[in-house]
């Protein structure tokens, strides 16, 4: 479970979070939204230690982590994707998945965790992680490597960045796998509706505040009312939007 003390952080002398108290516990999808400003990538940034919160505490299974860096956190079982993935020339794919899990993989596990996000195994499993990748091509690779981190809670800066609409309907597939199987907390910075339909519990970013939490049923309704910008067409029925007013 993680829990946020009164967490507050400011830049350039301007307030960008202001007394977070928040808790994700154990086994739950949590969506986290707000509009553009609101503070919300940089409260994901300071779970994972890349950002020092000016005051407040971080508690992650009872233990404080307040003071611990990116590579501690992450072997306290946190796990973080960016919205721009991070590239490392000179590693293959497989060398990331293995390096993410801990673990030696055959080449079909390897293969079975990049098909859950698209990718063909064949293509991609030797490929340097280098400039010749796509922007969107990274995104699932990292995306791959967190599903197979099996972590006790990961972090998703806006995951639905860069990438086509067919990935991102991938996409809702493989958080759903990843909260059935892994067991672990899963914490989602969005402002898609679709990512929010599958959360346990939102959680509305409004100036740096927490505006409310609570479930799908209770926020989303609410997020919808204040209307909803243009939808893409996905497949036949489907759609994909972004909310009025949490941009």
């Known amino acids: 479970m993680l829990e946020l003390q009164n967490i507050s952080f400011s830049r350039d002398n301007k307030k960008i979070l202001r007394n977070i108290n928040l808790t994700i516990d154990d086994k739950k999808l949590v969506a986290i939204t707000g509009p553009n400003g609101s503070g919300k990538s940089t409260l994901a940034k300071i779970i994972m230690g890349i950002v020092t ?9 009872g233990k404080d982590i307040t003071n611990f860096s990116i590579s501690q956190r992450a072997k306290e079982g946190i796990g973080f994707a960016f919205q721009q993935p991070v590239k490392f020339k000179g590693l293959t794919v497989k060398d990331l998945i293995e390096i993410s899990s801990g673990n030696q993989m ?5 293969c079975d965790v990049l098909a859950d996000v698209g990718l063909c195994a064949q293509e991609y499993l030797n490929r340097e992680i280098n400039s010749e990748l796509s922007g969107g091509e990274l995104k699932r690779i990292e995306i791959a490597m967190l599903a197979a981190k099996k972590a006790k809670l990961t972090i998703f800066d806006e995951p639905e960045a860069g990438i086509d609409l067919w990935s991102f309907n991938n996409l809702i597939s493989v958080f759903e796998k990843m909260h059935q ?5 899963i914490a989602i910075i969005s402002h898609q509706e679709r990512i929010l339909n599958i959360a346990d519990e939102i959680v509305l970013l409004s100036n740096g505040q927490i505006e409310e939490i609570g479930s799908k049923e209770e926020i989303l309704p609410k ?4 209307g909803a910008k243009p939808c893409h067409k996905l497949n036949e029925g489907e759609t994909n939007c972004n909310l009025g007013g949490v941009n």
Do not use: R, Y
């Not at 055959?106 to 390897?110: D, F, I, L, S």
């Not at 199987?181 to 907390?185: A, F, K, R, T």
């Not at 997020?223 to 204040?226: D, F, M, R, T």
């Open 223 to 226: 997020l919808l009312n204040k």
């Open 106 to 110: 055959k080449v079909c596990e390897a």
């Open 181 to 185: 199987e892994i067991q672990g907390s």
């Open 53 to 61: 919160p000016d005051s407040g505490k971080i508690l992650f299974d």
